[in-house]
Every structure is written in structure tokens, then in C-alpha cells.
């Protein structure tokens, strides 16, 4: 009962668990979907919040139900993101610095009450909840949520930029020790990228420079040799030795204050960098992140939608990152799942036919990963289109064209460019059905797990409503 009335209230755009309850006592349909027995609103509310796991299960029914019915059609796939709000205040964002010195702040505060009321009372006060009433997350629990999550992101954006650094550091030293490197290149090498040993760079270039010096002392032997044999004297002045050379001394010189250093000990602790903005959290949403709008920065989740060519929706996930680049291979191995799902349960379609996406999942990682053929934008819709128009191609890319050139070449064929206007209505529709219909402009609930348990409800409830107003074409 408690579900046929949370789907019917998703359905007619309702969402809030107390104006579901004000609609059981008021309206017909409401009244009877719960036979007049009316659920107060914390019931309803703690039933969403128990049967989280349970909600990915019904997706996947309802799914299975559309496949039956001939829906979900696979022959065209669009995927998009959209940005949704949290349940979180933009003015409850807080820095790094500020919720160290809360914590502080509350661990001082409470050890002084705890010593204070353990010397006047004991170890049990008497007045403490039971542990079904307790909150199960305090506020000093969101904070250090909130600090955990950004020495997390901290740690592996370090790893990251030391993985990025040291492979340049191996290129660098790879091109550098290269015999067929212009001499130029050599002597001038530029500054050597993060992560090459200090040592090693100041080693190199003493190498390079005792190197050039004794090419030159080489070349005059060579032509004093030569101008002997003839009796004559060389010209021009003689080379220093190689202990008189200024670029040999200031090499040897770099290399022992480079040995040095090292001697000293390793270097400071490498700065994450990034934008300031990623180092604040929402003490209301800790897993909430800033997402850029076309209304401005809001304190949300970036949630991607895989929808059918009949607008089913086939896959529903909440990310925190607000970049989709990187949501589109997790998308195509989940849309191989939905479609197992379909042809387990009998549906005709068993393979995607092309996955459509705009510029924000562009990559050379998701054009080339393997799965099913794909077009993905190269900028914005009347930009490509304009293009289409004035530089139209056909047939396949040419040979020697790199993955993304190949990408934008069929899509501005007649092919592709017809193909891809079929994106925005798939999935931007579908998107704006969920905000309008539905209701789900923002997040009722808190905590990533909370709010994709959320999308998942919305988008079964979409797809149920996609089977009611299909059954009377289909009888």
C-alpha cells in the first residue's frame, strides 16, 4: 500500500511524505489507493529510507515490464546529464579551515560537558533516547564527513597529478637521453617538468655541456692537425681547456648544490592544486558538490540518464562529478546491463544499434573505448549544425584521421547529422518530463546513496507512466 501510494504521488508530481498524507484524507484517488488508511508522513518517509536497496530491484522490474510490452526500444540511445539541486543551502558552504576549527571547537566543547556531567551524574545520565529515536548523523558527524571527503579527494588528486607528473618525467628524460635530439634541443632543453630527480636533471646537463665543450676542443685538434700538415698556422683562438670552461664550472656547480638538496631531505609536500572551490564542503549535503547551471552555481549532484528511442529510461545514476566526460564509459557497461536485462525477459531488443551524447562527454577515451558505435558532439548544436551546412561531408574518414577527427567528420554527413537531432528530444524530454511531471527539480533526500535511490524511484515511476499511456496503442 505504502508503495502504490509513493508511485501514484511521484506520478501526479507530489513527492513531500506530509502532502502525501494531507492528500489520503482529502483525496479520492489518494484515499483509495491507501483504502482510507492513512499513512502519517514519518512512515512514509522511513519506508523510503529502509527500502533503498529495494528501489534499484523495482527500476529493473518495471524495465523488464516495458521490454514485455514492446517499449525500450534500442535501435537509438541517447545519454545526457543534468545538474539537480541538493537538499543543501548554498550559504551552508564551508571551507577546509573552517571545519577543522569547528571540529576542534566541538571535541573541546564536549569533553569539557562529558567530564563535567560524568563527575556530577556517572557514566548514564538516565535521559538518553532510545536508539530508534537517536539521529543516526549529527552535525559534528556532516563535518567530519565533510573533511574525510576532502582529504580523500585531496590524497587522489595527488596521486593523479605524481602519476601525470612522473610519466612526463620518464618522456622527458627518454627525449633527452635521445642521441638524434637536435643539438639545440640539448643544450636548451627548457625547464625539466615536475617530478624528474633534481640530481639527475643537473647530471644531464653537466653531461651536455662537458659534452659540447669537447667537440670543440675535438674540432681545433682536427683543424690544427690540418693546417700543420700544410704548414700553416689555425685560425681563429683556441678553446679554454676544459676546466677553464665557464658552462662546465656552472654545471659541476649545479650538480653539488642539486647533491646537496637532496642530502637535506625530500622537498615540501606537494600542493593538490585545483580550483579553490573544490576544497569546501555543504555541512548540510557533505556529499553534495558546487555544479554550474545555466542559472548559476548550485549545491547538487550530476545526474545521467541513458534513454531509448521511445523514451524509456534505461539507465538512472547520480555522480558527484560535475564533468560527464568521465560518467560515459560507467554509463555504456551499465547499458549493457539494461540490456542483458532486456533479453532475458524476452524483449526483441537484444542490441544497441548507436549511442548518441553531446560535447560535454567529447574524449578520445570515450570515442575509442570498445561497445556499441557512437556519435558524440564536437561543440554546441547550432555550431555543428552551421557546419553541417557549410562544410558537409560523406562517406567514411579519411585515412590518417585521429579518433576525434573522424568523429566530427561523421557528423557532418547527411547520415549523421539527421541522426544526431534525434538526441535532444530523447533525452533533453525526458530530463524536463522528470523536473516537470514528476517534480524533481530538486533532491528531497540527503547523501549520494539517498538521492540516487531517489533518481532511481523517479525514473521507475517515468517509465510505469510510459507503459500506462502505451497500453491503449498497444490493445
Excluded at 546529464?81 to 564551508?94: C, E, F, P, V
Excluded at 593538490?272 to 554550474?292: L, Q
Aim: hydrophobic share 40%; charged share 30%; aromatic share 4%.
Amino acid at each position: 500500500m505504502l508503495l502504490t501510494v509513493l508511485v501514484y504521488g511521484y506520478a501526479m508530481g507530489v513527492k513531500s511524505s506530509r502532502q502525501i498524507e494531507r492528500l489520503c484524507r482529502s483525496d479520492v484517488a489518494f484515499r483509495i489507493a491507501c483504502a482510507q488508511d492513512v499513512p502519517d508522513h514519518t512512515t512514509l518517509s522511513r519506508f523510503r529510507k529502509d527500502r533503498e536497496d529495494a528501489v534499484r530491484g523495482l527500476f529493473t522490474q518495471v524495465l523488464q515490464l516495458c521490454g514485455k510490452a514492446g517499449l525500450a526500444k534500442l535501435g537509438t540511445v541517447a545519454i545526457d546529464g543534468t545538474k539537480i539541486a541538493a537538499n543543501a543551502s548554498d550559504y551552508a558552504l564551508r571551507s577546509e579551515k573552517w571545519l577543522r576549527e569547528e571540529v576542534e571547537k566541538i571535541l573541546a566543547e564536549a569533553e569539557q560537558v562529558g567530564a563535567r556531567e560524568d563527575a556530577l551524574f556517572g557514566d548514564a545520565l538516565g535521559d538518553e533516547l532510545p536508539a530508534d529515536l537517536a539521529d543516526p548523523v549529527t552535525r559534528q558527524d556532516r563535518i567530519k564527513k565533510a573533511l574525510a571527503d576532502i582529504e580523500a579527494e585531496k590524497s587522489a588528486k595527488v596521486a593523479e597529478r605524481s602519476e601525470k607528473d612522473k610519466a612526463k618525467a620518464q618522456a622527458w628524460v627518454k627525449m633527452m637521453s635521445d642521441p638524434t635530439l637536435p643539438s639545440s634541443e640539448r643544450e636548451h632543453p627548457g625547464r625539466a617538468p615536475r617530478g624528474v630527480d633534481p640530481v639527475v636533471v643537473a647530471q644531464m646537463r653537466l653531461d651536455r655541456a662537458v659534452a659540447a665543450h669537447q667537440q670543440k676542443l675535438d674540432s681545433w685538434e682536427r683543424r690544427k692537425a690540418q693546417a700543420a700538415a700544410l704548414g700553416r698556422t689555425p685560425s681563429g683562438r683556441a678553446p679554454v681547456s676544459m676546466e677553464a670552461c665557464v658552462r662546465v664550472a656552472r654545471a659541476r656547480e649545479a650538480l653539488e648544490r642539486a647533491k646537496e638538496r637532496a642530502a637535506a631531505g625530500p622537498p615540501p609536500r606537494e600542493r593538490p592544486g585545483g580550483n579553490a572551490k573544490e576544497w569546501f564542503r555543504n555541512i548540510t549535503d557533505p556529499d553534495a558538490r558546487s555544479m554550474a547551471t545555466r542559472k548559476g552555481w548550485v549545491q547538487g549532484y550530476n545526474a545521467q540518464l541513458a534513454v531509448s528511442q521511445d523514451q524509456v529510461i534505461l539507465v538512472a545514476d547520480v555522480v558527484q562529478n560535475p564533468a560527464d566526460n568521465v560518467a560515459f564509459v560507467p554509463m555504456l557497461t551499465e547499458l549493457d546491463e539494461a540490456v542483458g536485462v532486456l533479453t532475458a525477459c524476452g524483449s526483441s531488443q537484444t542490441e544497441v544499434g548507436v549511442v548518441l551524447a553531446d560535447a560535454g562527454y567529447r574524449s578520445v577515451e570515450n570515442v575509442t573505448v570498445p561497445g556499441p558505435a557512437r556519435l558524440i558532439a564536437t561543440g554546441q548544436g547550432r555550431d555543428d549544425a552551421r557546419r553541417a551546412r557549410q562544410e558537409p561531408t560523406s562517406g567514411p574518414p579519411p585515412e590518417g584521421a585521429d579518433p576525434l577527427e573522424a568523429m566530427d567528420h561523421r557528423l557532418r554527413t547527411p547520415e549523421g547529422r539527421e541522426l544526431y537531432r534525434q538526441r535532444a528530444p530523447m533525452v533533453e524530454g525526458t530530463n524536463g518530463r522528470l523536473e516537470d511531471v514528476i517534480g524533481l527539480r530538486r533532491f528531497s533526500r540527503r547523501g549520494l546513496r539517498a538521492v540516487r535511490s531517489e533518481l532511481h524511484f523517479a525514473a521507475t515511476v517515468h517509465n510505469i507512466l510510459k507503459l500506462f499511456r502505451a497500453a491503449p496503442a498497444m490493445a
